[in-house]
Structure formats: C-alpha cells, structure tokens
C-alpha cells in the first residue's frame, strides 16, 4: 500500500498532504458504519440494569423517533451513551464531541452535559447532588436538556418497551453523519484536523 515517505510531519511535501487529505476523505465517509458498529458493543457495556446499553440508547431513539422529533435528535439519542465503554468518567463530552459537527448547538449542548441532568433521577440515592443541574438554571438550553433525559433518558430501561433495531436505524445514521455542517469549517480551523 503505497504511504508517504516523511517520518516527521514537518517534513512533509504538498503533494503527500494532498495523498492523504484524500484518504482521510475516504475514511471519514465510513464514519456512520464505525459508529453503528461500536453501537453494537453497547450490547455488551455496563451490567445490572434490566436491559444492556444498546437496548437503553435504542429505546430512547425509538422514542424519540414515534415522538416525531428531527432525525438529528434521534441519532443524538442513539449515541449519547456512546462513550460508556471508552470514557466512563467523561462519557458525556465524549458523545458531545462526536455529535458537534453534524448536529445544532442546542442537541450539542445537551448530550455534553446529559449526565449533569440524569444526576437529579438518581444523585440522593448514593449521596450526590441530584439538584448539580440547576447550575444551568438560567442557560438557554436548560429546559430542553431537562426534556431530553426526562422523555428519552432516563425513562428508557424498560425491558418491556418493543423498541427498533440497530439495523433499522442505519439509513438515518447515514443521512445525519453523511455531511458535517457547513459552518464547521471554522471549527476545523479551530481545533485542527490532523
Ligand atoms: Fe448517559
Ligand atoms: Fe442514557
């Protein structure tokens, strides 16, 4: 397979940045496959609830979806645990970042801070703050972040609930992480793609 000959970026040619500009371009339209697999090991992520990690994130999304929200709500419900397995202190951003680029700054803000909101459901139980997400109290995305856990989060354990398949969210999860916003541009230069 033919690669670059540089073993330090700063040595590399224009010609080789555009070799691999072209790659990276190729890669990143698997994307929607490389999320819909690492889904699928939500099967088996965190134990003793009733139902595994991907039942949970694909009853919220079946929910969401027979609630007739936007398709960019759903795949924001299907990955907002998404980091459970990577990121078991963090898994909130880490869902958040993945979303940012395809996704409004509102569903952005909510997924990154999910777990703040899920706490008042459960915190008092194991002597934490169930109330932390009244920090946000005055933040514009405050009431709809409270939606989200209250009708897609929270209440989605239920084994039960006759919910959708991976597979028949495919097609969706294409269509939302085919194209990153427009204005993400600017984010790119911000934060660098390499
Ligand atoms: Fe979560
Ligand atoms: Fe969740």
């Not at 990690?53 to 979806?65: D, K, V, Y």
């Not at 939606?147 to 294409?174: I, T, V």
Request: glycine fraction near 6%.
């Amino acid at each position: 397979m033919k690669t670059v000959n540089f073993t330090r970026m700063e040595d590399g040619t224009q010609g080789e940045y555009e070799f691999l500009d072209a790659l990276e371009d190729q890669f990143k339209e698997q994307l929607p496959e490389r999320l819909i697999e690492t889904l699928a090991r939500l099967e088996n992520s965190i134990s003793g609830y009733r139902i595994s990690r991907l039942e949970h994130s694909l009853q919220g999304a079946t929910r969401a979806q027979r609630a007739g929200e936007s398709e960019q709500y759903v795949a924001a419900i299907l990955l907002h645990d998404i980091g459970d397995e990577l990121a078991p202190y963090s898994h909130s951003e880490m869902a958040a970042a993945i979303l940012r680029p395809f996704v409004s700054d509102e569903l952005y803000w909510i997924v990154k801070h999910h777990g703040v909101f899920q706490m008042y459901y459960y915190a008092h139980h194991s002597g934490g703050d169930r109330h932390a997400r009244d920090q946000f109290k005055d933040h514009p995305h405050y009431a709809a972040a409270v939606r989200f856990c209250h009708n897609y989060d929270q209440n989605c354990f239920d084994p039960d609930y006759s919910s959708e398949s991976l597979e028949f969210f495919r097609p969706l999860l294409h269509r939302v992480f085919s194209q990153p916003r427009s204005d993400d541009q600017e984010q790119q230069a911000r934060y660098g793609k390499k």
